[in-house]
């Protein structure tokens, strides 16, 4: 077995060696071996009880998926490293992902972006009550194009196309 590590992935110790993906230059080894490597990374990672580094596989495997030609699936393990890094208070390693993931043709994860801010909150509810957009904007004191910017992107997150729709939706139990 050879040991230089020129050669071979970083091996840590925790309980037993488990590959760990570190910054290497992609030409040591053939692409699918080393795609094998960061998802093997990750996987072992998943139960060990190490977010911080379960969270630099997750960017390192991301960052390998998009500069070996695959930015759509970089983008989930990306978004899971923004969300473990703020766990862990890592607001750096964050910033790298979500650099990663913007290059890779996501904006956030898919987790934050569904999730309605207050003011479309206000809004849909103010809606689904039949209230229309200049009474919306009185009680919410902001203007009609603004209650409408915060209504689109509403249902746009909600994947909700009228009104009716959206007063079913949040009637619904």
Not at 91 to 117: H, P
Request: proline share 5%.
């Amino acid at each position: 077995m050879e040991t230089k590590r020129s050669h071979r992935w970083p091996v840590a110790a925790h309980g037993g060696a488990y590959p760990f993906a570190l910054k290497r230059p992609a030409t040591q080894e053939p692409v699918e071996e080393a795609e094998q490597h960061h998802r093997q990374a990750v996987h072992v990672l998943d139960g060990v009880g190490l977010p911080l580094r379960r969270a630099q596989a997750l960017l390192h495997y991301g960052r390998f998926l998009r500069h070996n030609g695959q930015p759509v699936l970089a983008r989930e393990p990306l978004s899971e490293a923004i969300q473990e890094s703020k766990a862990c208070g890592e607001a750096r390693l964050a910033a790298q992902a979500r650099t990663e993931l913007r290059a890779s043709g996501g904006r956030r994860s898919w987790q934050s972006s569904r999730q309605l801010s207050s003011q479309e909150q206000s809004v849909t509810a103010l809606a689904s009550e039949g209230t229309t957009n200049e009474e919306m904007a009185n009680q919410l004191f902001i203007s009609v194009k603004t209650v409408g910017r915060h209504l689109t992107s509403a249902c746009g997150k909600l994947g909700i196309r009228s009104r009716k729709e959206l007063q079913k939706h949040l009637k619904a139990p």
